[in-house]
């Protein structure tokens, strides 16, 4: 069954320091995705990207961060200058879109940790 | 804004009883619903969702959930708890007409099954 890869599957970096977060979604799916969920709090979503480029992002989604896909295959979020505060499991997700709604596929996740 | 409500965050049942976890949406137009369990230290699983038609939804796992437009709610239920049934529960939307598709979660219900 197809399913969504992500790697690493754990990163622990200092404060400043730039991170890739790296997701291979479904093969042909064509909408993608990452939320994140701090420890104890509920999943949030930050960007979609369709058709190579950012469709909707949200408040938390800002400058520090980017979305690329680089190569056809690879998703990949970037985080500019980590913050304590970015500590969380982030998730890639993606939908294989179309005429009527399907359902989103998640990746098992990357847990970051900004020390 | 779309919001998601679960009441609960934490539902205690014993191993045998009726599992109900509560989840409302604020829309006037009712959006895509959905259920997602997430095990410790895992992505996110789809249980069950609810999109068109039949208002009463069956998912995996004996899982299932009705959607009520005059309450807003999507409330979910299994008839009989079983111990692997022990995980977080989030109930996500995703507005209707939203070209993005993102999903807005809930807090998240912790099912905790006693034997």
């Known amino acids: 069954e197809p399913e969504v890869t992500q790697t690493p599957s754990h990163q622990v970096t200092q404060m400043g320091q730039e991170v890739i977060l790296r997701c291979v979604p479904i093969?042909?799916?064509?909408?993608f995705y990452w939320y994140r969920q701090i420890l104890g709090q509920k999943v949030e979503f930050l960007v979609s990207f369709y058709n190579n480029e950012i469709s909707e992002k949200s408040e938390i989604f800002d400058d520090q961060f980017s979305v690329e896909r680089p190569d056809g295959s690879n998703f990949t979020l970037k985080i500019r200058s980590t913050k304590l505060e970015d500590s969380a499991m982030y998730f890639c997700?993606?939908?294989?879109?179309?005429?009527?709604?399907?359902?989103?596929?998640f990746g098992p996740g990357t847990r970051l940790t900004v020390l | 804004a779309q919001s998601v409500t679960q009441l609960g965050s934490h539902v205690s049942v014993s191993e045998g009883a009726l599992v109900l976890l509560r989840c409302n949406y604020s829309s006037s137009v009712p959006p895509y619903l959905f259920w997602y369990v997430q095990y410790p230290n895992q992505g996110l699983q789809l249980l069950l969702k609810?999109?068109?038609?039949?208002?009463l939804v069956k998912g995996i796992n004996g899982f299932e959930a009705e959607f009520k437009k005059s309450e807003t709610s999507f409330h979910l239920t299994k008839p009989s708890a079983h111990m692997s049934d022990a995980a977080e529960y989030f109930c996500?939307?995703?507005?209707?007409?939203?070209?993005?598709?993102?999903?807005?979660f809930g807090s998240g219900t912790r099912l905790l099954v006693r034997p």
């Open positions: 093969s042909n799916h064509l909408y």
């Open positions: 996500a939307v995703t507005p209707w007409m939203d070209s993005s598709y993102k999903l807005i």
């Open positions: 609810y999109t068109t038609g039949a208002t």
């Open positions: 997700a993606s939908i294989a879109g179309g005429a009527s709604y399907n359902e989103q596929f």
